[in-house]
């Protein structure tokens, strides 16, 4: 049986225009989708936006717009996004979508037969900004003395009739599964700052707000919307066809991961297992936290005026060079900083020097030297051999890696073999040979050849334009290209007419100023 693996991102908020960090979150999961695919799994990979709630409801009336007429607008940049940044996500669902209230409805009414929910009063404090609530020792002071939620957001005292979920209740239960499981929750330190707040003890989460209207109405007392997040985490089996439990969601939801950053960590892991739990579905398989991006030292702020926005970045870069900066840059988990000289440094010194170069200096030699033949190989060296076993034995590091979703660490090992592939270019060099040894010349190049095959196949999740220009212009049959490719019973057919080659990772500079008129 084919194993699945089911990929999602947060759904984001329609407030706002998508920024880098959600650039950030929605790649990462789309290299996790197409390691997976290319691994043999059947992959679904979720995506797409969160369009209720008070900020929402709120951002519509100051711009004097009807709040689905926000969300239609912004729901199209977040789509229009994946399209720039080439995600191969499988479905994209928005929370105003028919399929998804009737899924909140539906497991809404599980938990009140269940027994987990009750009609009280909520009195307390709010962060709309956050859609969250706080309590009173949480809080922190601004600059004037008013009160900030921890993440220095706004909040607003709030009374009013709400139903309560049971949270308090499944305090043992939650213990009991992380300790059970602790690969549920990724990294490690997250792992534990969850489970100490769960062991501080849990209050009942208020449910569902009375003073605005934009939610799903709570099944049976139409003054009620649902609480956003009740809302927006069932997007999750929404979109596998909940309430109907067979179909895709037996299909997918037991291999289900959310990937998300870590300000949204108590909701995945402490509500939304709570949730499913008190419905008697599974909790997810696994949540990972990633880390929070800053820009040249600074947080992203509107005020700031430094919100890099992921459209001009890949305008600016490519594509494939954001991409491969994001999951290089930084141990996956921890914070980042994103600066010019950061990801400048890596397009050109690995990207265009090391990887680009190795795959231009083989084929660029074969055009011009060779009338563009791979040409048919002698008998292998150690070094040959050594370096062709490197190549099949990366995929291992690799694959253990992504399964932590260590994407930098996976990177690593393929940049150990792509070092060592230059090293090994050096020391044969095949353009010496051509006058004094040809056979071993052609050895030598079908070899540089293969290497770059097994590298760029493994580089598609991350690099997935350039690696694939790479295989074709190594004439390597589209269906031949996943990891059950690598290895010497797929290798490349010496004699084979190559298509001529054209540099796949260019050198960036930074645009020349402009010249003042004069
Ligand atoms: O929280 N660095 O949506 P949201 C890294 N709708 N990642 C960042 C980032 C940054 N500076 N800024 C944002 C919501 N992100 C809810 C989610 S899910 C059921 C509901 C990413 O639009 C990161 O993944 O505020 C973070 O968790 C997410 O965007 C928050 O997006």
Redesign the pocket.
Known sequence: MTKTFYITT????VNDKP?I??A??TIACDVLARFKRLDGYDVKFLTGT?EHGQKIAKAAQEQGIEPIALCDRNSKTFRDLAGVLGISNDDFIRTTEPRHIAACQALWLELEKNGHIYLSKYAGWYAVRDEAFYDEGELTKGANGEKLAPTGAPVEWVEEESYFFKLSAFQDRLLAFYDATPSVIGPKSRFNEVRSFVKGGLRDLSISRTTFSWGVPVPGNDKHVMYVWID??T?YIAALGYPNTSGDYATYWPSAMHM??K??IR?HCVYWPAFLMAANLTPPTRVFA????TVEGQK?SKSLGNVVDPNTMVGKYGLDQVRYFLMREIPFGNDGDFSEAAISGRINGELANELGNLAQRGLGFISKNLGGVLPVPGAYSVEDNDMLKACVDALEPVRVAMDMQGFDKALDAIWTVVRAANGYVDKQAPWALKKTDPARMNTVLYVMAEIVRHLAILMQPFVPTSANKILDQLGVAADARTFAHLGAAHALKGGSPLPAPSPVFPRWAPPTPEKAAP
């Open positions: 947060p759904i984001y908020y920024h960090g959600h950030y979150t969160d927006a985490l997007n998300v950053g300000d949204i909701f990633h880390g929070w991006w992203m």
